[in-house]
């Protein structure tokens, strides 16, 4: 892990200075992860796609701004957060942020550590973090699916690192009690 994380200091330093060649593989290293965090935050595959391609597109242009190439992860993902809530700007002018798609969601997934079928388990997941605030849920994104520290989501979603643990043990707690019937049922 500490290689790699070198590796893409070095290509992130070569790509500033214009080696397409490095970018291009920092994509190709990059891409699904910035195109699963923008999948869950407009739960539609176009638009993820749409919004990945411009998420590195911008990062290409502003490549030479990064001072630091250790905080990549969180300035690209500050990139793929700003592209995704343009786009939900353009398209719902007159919207509340509340009206936000719900996220997408995971398959084969244990629960208290026994296998649950992946569908029911699937939709019971998609139904808890629909009932979250776009804010909570994008928290839970960062944190769970993308494994960011507390910092670098602070850093990507422009807010203290207090706001942040405040918004992801709320929606966490939210789950813990939305998701809890399914174990109680005897599905796991």
């Not at 992860?73 to 919207?95: G, V």
Request: charged fraction near 25%; charge should be neutral.
């Amino acid at each position: 892990m500490i290689f790699r994380a070198v590796e893409d200091g070095d290509l992130i330093r070569q790509a500033a200075r214009g080696n397409v060649e490095a970018f291009n593989l920092l994509v190709s290293r990059w891409e699904k992860r910035v195109y699963n965090y923008l999948l869950r935050l407009t739960a539609n595959r176009e638009d993820a796609l749409d919004l990945t391609q411009d998420v590195f597109l911008k990062a290409y242009q502003n490549l030479r701004k990064l001072d630091d190439a250790a905080r990549f992860a969180p300035w690209l993902y500050r990139i793929a957060h700003n592209e995704a809530y343009s786009m939900f700007r353009k398209r719902r002018p007159e919207s509340d942020v509340a009206d936000l798609p719900p996220v997408a969601t995971e398959t084969g997934i244990a629960v208290g550590g026994n296998p649950v079928f992946p569908i029911e388990l699937s939709l019971a997941v998609a139904s808890a973090l629909e009932r979250l605030t776009p804010e909570q849920r994008e928290a839970v994104t960062l944190k769970i699916y993308q494994g960011f520290k507390f910092e670098e989501m602070a850093e990507i979603l422009s807010c203290p690192v207090s706001t942040i643990k405040s918004r992801l043990y709320t929606a966490l707690e939210l789950l813990k009690i939305e998701l809890a019937p399914i174990e109680a049922r005897g599905v796991s």
